[in-house]
């Protein structure tokens, strides 16, 4: 199970690859901000999947990583294909930010529990 979770990750990211490659208006910017997005949420919820910390943590921050993961996909797809003034980035960045703060609460939960 914990390993079609990396399989699957690595399928879309292709699947995503290709698209932007195949459509002309998808932009190798925004594809690759995808693809970059996708790659985080598989390593999160892999990593997090493969953790020794309690089922409850693990269930529920999996739904909360891949709900994350779909909003950070869509702001990237939406977002406008230059750095400055990019307000969607900064979307994807705290929602990354959000993430890694999530992740490190769980453990320091665990550490004390």
Do not use: R
Not at 10 to 21: A, D, K, Q
Not at 49 to 66: E, P, R
């Amino acid at each position: 199970m914990k390993n079609l979770l990396l399989i699957a990750g690595f399928i879309l990211i292709v699947l995503n690859t290709l698209i932007g490659l195949i459509i002309s208006k998808y932009s190798p910017f925004n594809y690759l901000m995808v693809d970059l997005s996708l790659l985080i949420s598989t390593v999160l919820i892999y990593f997090f999947s493969n953790s020794n910390i309690s089922d409850g943590y693990k269930i529920g921050l999996t739904v909360f990583f891949a709900i994350t993961g779909l909003a950070k996909v869509v702001c990237s797809i939406l977002a406008p294909q230059h750095f400055q003034d990019n307000f969607l980035i900064v979307i994807v960045l705290g929602l990354i930010s959000f993430e890694a703060l999530c992740l490190f609460s769980a453990f320091a939960m665990k550490k004390f529990a």
